[in-house]
């Protein structure tokens, strides 16, 4: 099934009504974190997908007149992604969409959620220097394809990957300049492909690019403005979604009818104790400095209140003249309130929060100290893969339930949800990622019959891509991607038959049916592994042969192909050396 299309001007107006209305209040002491099952299934027309985005999949980095991104530039440098990888090939999606659009069919999926490169269709991101045609003419090709398969499009305009450019000659997100850019940049998207993409999402978690590229540093472009540089980022950036709003409202909206939203990332926040108000305080402070941030000006048309008082007061306490946290003029905050058709969710993990008191000195002012909270992790909570990422199911309904309680009720999609593993080996037997889309997509259906809008769910993320400054160390794809083969071959894991039977139910239809899909999919990944094992074993031989035939560059291209080398490997190319030395010595 095709996402639901609705008339637009009935459906717009009803929409902004959404939008506007007034908040209600969220009942922290509400206990729904119970872990019964609940069999059921959604709504008829819940559209199902899978994720992805230009940077980490696409690959072709300086391919066909794309121009330079701040993830080339900051992944080129020496130590700021783990084992200086880059996203140069990543998973060739340039060059794979018949194939990957195949394994979206395979999956019976309703939608695709993707976004565009901005350097790929304009090289230095200023729309009068020059528009790349060969950039353009591979979105429209993925486009049609998807089109032709009977799947949605749902665009993401920036996924982080601003081009270069507007970084060197502006300082990208800090200067106000770049919501023209920006701006330009969303028109000639929707004039190219807006006659066929209907859900535009014009940033992916910008809460990520604030702090990680301008207060921590661990993300492109790289900067550490600690105390300012998030907030200065996050301002510009919430101005460049309510322009991009209004253009789309103004200009395409009558006739291609389509809808334009956001996607945040919320990690929920649970008080340590429910009945403690000071935790209860600290835990809502933690889910308005995440979401709230974002979602509050779109919705209500200013920062959370919260955020105004905490940022305020140490800003006082540290002797400045005014606070860090920016402000928006009246006028800005009516220009900015209700410019959402629908929102988009990103939610991985959980953490208990409770209070904590940082002091306010003038040099150690941070987004972190600002908050005055701890976040904690139980340490039973399962944490497969990524470090910060634990499963905690029922965290995902109380901040659905949260959402709707601040903001409305708003249509909602969930954008991003999945889980990584950090495995050195290779398994396709991803049992624990069966878990998580199972548990997290059962709370999602409970959020539904409480009475939350959500309308989609995308699984993060299709491929196993490059994980930003984690490199290829992290995999949260559904299809594993062998990236040490320079074709990159993607393989299904278990969880893609799972996944697929949740899709082909809508839901979870009743214990005996559910409690086989597992077994069946566990079936279908041990061949596969074997598949995968002879494949990555042919490929280690090659390299040796390689290796013995031309020593240097052989041993290059092993050292960027083979990332993790087996001992196994490590023995036969001792031996071959062994060889090479007898065969010299006899002649």
């Not at 835990?283 to 940022?311: C, N, S």
């Not at 601040?406 to 069966?434: A, H």
């Amino acid at each position: 099934t095709m996402l639901p299309r609705c008339a637009a001007p009935v459906c717009h107006v009803l929409l902004l009504v959404l939008c506007l209305s007034a908040a209600e209040d969220f009942d922290w002491t509400k206990n729904d974190r119970s872990s019964s099952f609940y069999y059921g299934t959604f709504p008829t027309g819940f559209s199902w997908g899978a994720g992805s985005s230009a940077y980490q999949t696409e690959g072709a980095w300086d391919k066909d007149g794309k121009g330079l991104s701040i993830w080339d530039v900051f992944s080129h440098k020496k130590g700021r992604v783990l084992r200086n990888d880059t996203g140069d090939s990543s998973c060739e999606g340039y060059y794979k969409v018949k194939d990957d659009v195949s394994l979206m069919n395979e999956l019976k999926l309703n939608h695709y959620r993707f976004s565009i490169s901005w350097p790929r269709i304009i090289p230095t991101g200023i729309k009068s220097d020059h528009i790349n045609e060969k950039g353009i003419q591979y979105y429209n090709e993925l486009i049609d394809h998807l089109l032709e398969n009977k799947i949605t499009p749902i665009v993401t305009l920036y996924h982080w990957d601003l081009p270069q450019v507007l970084q060197e000659k502006y300082g990208g997100w800090q200067n106000v300049s770049i919501v023209n850019h920006f701006n330009d940049f969303a028109s000639l998207c929707f004039e190219k492909f807006g006659n066929r993409v209907k859900y535009w999402i014009t940033f992916n978690n910008p809460w990520s690019v604030a702090v990680e590229g301008y207060e921590t540093g661990e993300h492109a472009p790289g900067l550490k403005m600690r105390g300012t540089g998030a907030y200065r980022t996050a301002h510009n950036i919430i101005k460049a979604h309510a322009k991009v709003w209004h253009t789309y409202d103004t200009q395409w909206r009558g006739r291609q009818k389509g809808l334009v939203g956001i996607s945040l990332s919320g990690e929920w926040g649970e008080p340590v104790d429910i009945n403690n108000q000071k935790d209860i305080e600290a835990a809502e402070r933690y889910v308005q400095f995440y979401l709230g941030w974002f979602a509050t000006p779109i919705f209500h048309g200013d920062y959370p209140q919260v955020m105004k008082d905490y940022i305020g007061r140490k800003s006082t306490q540290q002797g400045l003249g005014s606070s860090r946290l920016p402000s928006f003029s009246s006028q800005e905050k009516s220009y900015i309130k209700g410019t959402c058709d629908f929102l988009g969710i990103g939610h991985f993990t959980t953490r208990y929060i409770t209070q904590k008191n940082y002091p306010a000195s003038r040099g150690g002012a941070s987004f972190f100290t600002d908050r005055d909270l701890a976040e904690l992790v139980d340490p039973r909570w399962p944490d497969p893969g990524s470090e910060w990422l634990y499963s905690v199911p029922w965290g995902f309904r109380r901040l659905l339930n949260f959402v709707k309680a601040q903001y409305g009720n708003p249509m909602l999609y969930v954008t991003e949800n999945g889980v990584s593993e950090k495995m050195q080996c290779t398994e396709l037997c991803d049992d624990w990622r069966i878990k998580y889309y199972r548990d997290y997509i059962n709370e999602m259906l409970k959020a539904i019959k409480d009475g939350v809008n959500v309308r989609g769910y995308t699984a993060w993320s299709l491929l196993d891509k490059f994980e930003w400054d984690e490199g290829y160390s992290e995999r949260f794809g559904l299809y594993y991607v062998d990236f040490r083969s320079k074709n990159k071959p993607r393989y299904p894991k278990a969880s893609v038959q799972y996944y697929k039977r949740i899709i082909s139910s809508n839901g979870f239809p009743n214990q005996r049916e559910v409690e086989t899909w597992k077994r069946r999919a566990t079936e279908t990944c041990s061949s596969s592994n074997q598949l995968l094992a002879a494949e990555e074993q042919r490929s280690t031989a090659a390299n040796i042969l390689r290796l013995i035939h031309d020593p240097l560059t052989s041993h290059m291209e092993m050292v960027t192909e083979i990332v993790v080398p087996t001992v196994c490997t490590l023995c036969i190319l001792l031996s071959a050396v062994f060889l090479m030395f007898l065969l010299r010595r006899r002649n």
